[in-house]
């Protein structure tokens, strides 16, 4: 099937400095991609809907100058949480719909802010 | 944002026996799908049920689909160690292309 690379898996950073997430579709073009982000145990909350050639769209809630999305071509788009501060210590996940309303999923990037 | 609910939370099986989890939903949906997450893992597709139909099979799998009482059940037959991970329910409502509401999910453990 399709595969949706995210990279990194994990990674720590310190307090005030911006963490970028690189999400890739390997084998197939995505216009669209969403990134969401999950707390232990809990479900996935969608922040935003990356549009390749135009601006993300973000939920409600959701800081767009914290959380700065660019798609930069039909296979990348990237998450970048600038000015990290413990409390956006999260997994982010980006997905990339394919087919018949199948998403195929990023192993997810564990972050985490010290 | 969130809309569906899965119950129950955590499941305790034995390997072979069947796992039984439920997700319901509050708004028109165009389809159900549900995806396993192994810890600290992505999400992996398991199947996609449409809102026109009412039963899918996908070797191990069954699920379910009721729009008049907007619920979904999610069927693990003869379960493994491996099958051991979080489940979740996930919509595409009718409004939005591709924009998936995921469910609270449910944890299952299957005990060897």
């Known amino acids: 099937g399709a595969v949706v690379s995210q990279h990194p898996s994990r990674v720590i950073c310190k307090s005030g400095t911006s963490v970028k997430i690189e999400c890739r579709s390997l084998?197939?073009?995505?216009?669209?991609m969403f990134w969401y982000r999950q707390f232990p145990k809990q479900s996935l909350m969608l922040m935003a809907t990356s549009n390749e050639g135009s601006k993300a769209t973000y939920e409600q809630g959701v800081e767009k100058d914290k959380f700065l999305i660019n798609h930069a071509s039909l296979t990348l788009s990237t998450l970048t949480v600038t000015s990290a501060h413990p409390e956006d210590s999260s997994f982010y996940i980006c997905?990339?719909?394919?087919?018949?309303?199948?998403?195929?999923f990023g192993q997810g990037t564990r972050l985490t802010v010290v | 944002s969130q809309q569906g609910e899965e119950d129950p939370q955590a499941l305790s099986i034995q390997e072979g026996e069947n796992a039984t989890m439920n997700c319901s939903y509050k708004t028109s949906i165009n389809n159900l799908q549900w995806y396993r997450q192994n810890s600290g893992r992505g999400l992996v597709h398991l199947i996609l049920i449409r809102s026109n139909e009412r039963e899918k099979h996908s070797g191990r799998l069954r699920v379910t689909l009721d729009t008049s009482k907007k619920s979904s059940s999610l069927l693990i037959t003869a379960s493994r160690a491996a099958d051991t991970a979080s489940y979740f329910c996930a919509t595409d409502s009718v409004s939005n292309d591709y924009k998936l509401s995921f469910g609270a999910g449910t944890t299952v453990t299957v005990r060897a």
């Open positions: 084998d197939f073009q995505a216009t669209t």
């Open positions: 997905s990339a719909p394919y087919g018949a309303r199948e998403a195929f």
